[in-house]
């Protein structure tokens, strides 16, 4: 599948891509002499190469997810992307599903989907144990939260940039960032800034409130 057709595709304002991403075929044959032309189309790019001489499984899987990733995001232009790793029965990396798209509502609506299947947020699928990995029911808010405070620490922002940064860079939706404002608000960690008259402490319903981070 050549990214030349991914990028035409996203070059479409209302189309998306789910992309099946076939990690474990790819690491094997990726030093094959026979596949280096393969492998520059399907990359759109000759820096796969980079991958000779990274020997851990993790660090070379790490490697195309996020090439392919950055593929999408700068090549391709999508605003949004996310992957699934599906793994085998002997819980290895067998593929990704990548979903790459210009729209908040599609990455909102396949994020939604893909918590459904995975509640850990970590989006991992094991044929090994027939569990997502880690099973977990409670998402890490914790997380979340340090991410958001990281990222706006001393600014005054909007609601809705806070619920674009989720969308965009992080793995959670945004039906989880408005319980991490809810804490912030309560713990002194963020500040309405000139709210409108009656509102209720701990609601976030505007994308153009603007909230104050120390």
């Avoid at 599906?86 to 729209?103: E, V």
């Avoid at 922002?157 to 806070?162: C, K, S, Y």
Wanted: proline share 4%.
């Amino acid at each position: 599948m050549p990214f030349s057709l991914v990028k035409e595709i996203l070059s479409f304002e209302s189309c998306e891509v789910l992309f099946n991403f076939m990690y474990e075929e790819i690491n094997r044959f990726i030093e094959h002499p026979d596949q280096t032309k393969n492998f520059d189309e399907l990359f759109g790019t000759d820096a796969w190469r980079d991958v000779t001489g990274i020997e851990d499984k993790d660090a070379r899987r790490a490697f195309f997810h996020d090439l392919y990733a950055r593929q999408l995001r700068g090549e391709a232009g999508a605003r949004y992307v996310r992957a699934f790793e599906m793994r085998n029965r002997n819980d290895a990396t067998d593929y990704f599903l990548f979903f790459a798209t210009k729209s908040r509502k599609g990455i909102q609506k396949m994020k939604e989907a893909m918590w459904r299947v995975d509640e850990s947020g970590s989006f991992a699928f094991s044929d090994a144990t027939q569990l997502v990995l880690p099973f977990t029911k409670e998402p890490d808010f914790a997380a979340l939260k340090g991410a958001v405070v990281q990222r706006f620490a001393g600014q005054i922002t909007t609601v809705g940039d806070v619920e674009e940064f989720v969308l965009a860079d992080t793995p959670f939706h945004a039906g989880h960032y408005k319980r991490v404002l809810v804490e912030l608000e309560r713990d002194g960690g963020v500040t309405p800034v000139d709210p409108k008259p009656g509102r209720r402490t701990g609601t976030f319903a505007e994308a153009t409130m603007k909230l104050r981070f120390p």
